[in-house]
């Protein structure tokens, strides 16, 4: 039996194929565009102002939005202010331990909502001062298998070893200004996401 061969061929014009089969990739560019972010860090034992103003300086520019629990968000807000801590440590020192419990629950359900809505987290941590808020909102963070940077204070090597079998430890820097490059160098497409942890929304849904 002879079978006869036929050879098919398919011709698109220039424009139709670039179309059809792009061949060039789109280049990225402000990949953190409206993502949002939370500064966890101490703020009963060490001051935490000036490390999270940095962040909102560099940040800003870039649209990144900041959550900084300094200055919470909501309509219907919660102070946490340096004037507002002051008044809570009075109330502690005078034995009226209600009042307190009450005003830190309130505290504690805005900071971990902020955790919640957070695109990724950033975090400053001083290794031998206790911070039982950012230790929460880690673990709530880790849970949830958000990206977090970690500045370690005293440089990655000074990282508490509980800590290294929470998280990636490449995630955890010497210092902010290395936390900042990296995510500019992300935003601006020049460092791939290449995490599972991500989990950006569309631009048009942000």
């Not at 009042?99 to 975090?123: G, P, Q, T």
């Not at 963070?141 to 990282?159: D, H, L, N, Q």
């Amino acid at each position: 039996m002879k079978t006869n061969k036929h050879t098919i061929s398919f011709k698109f014009g220039a424009d139709e194929c670039s179309q059809t089969f792009p061949t060039v990739a789109t280049a990225k560019e402000n990949v953190l565009w409206k993502a949002k972010t939370y500064l966890v860090g101490h703020m009963q034992y060490a001051d935490g102002q000036d490390w999270r103003e940095k962040v909102e300086r560099e940040l800003g520019p870039l649209e990144i939005r900041v959550f900084n629990p300094y200055k919470k968000p909501f309509v219907k807000d919660v102070n946490e202010d340096e004037e507002a801590r002051e008044k809570i440590l009075l109330a502690m020192e005078r034995g009226w331990y209600n009042d307190v419990a009450k005003r830190m629950k309130e505290i504690r359900s805005y900071d971990l909502n902020l955790v919640d809505r957070s695109d990724f987290i950033i975090a400053h941590l001083l290794p031998e001062v206790a911070s039982w808020g950012s230790a929460e909102e880690i673990v709530t963070a880790v849970r949830m298998k958000k990206p977090i940077f970690i500045s370690m204070e005293g440089g990655k090597k000074a990282t508490p070893l509980w800590m290294m079998g929470m998280i990636p430890h490449h995630y955890v820097y010497d210092s902010i200004d290395e936390i900042l490059d990296m995510l500019k160098k992300i935003n601006s497409g020049d460092k791939d996401i290449d995490s599972d942890r991500w989990r950006l929304l569309r631009k048009d849904l942000r």
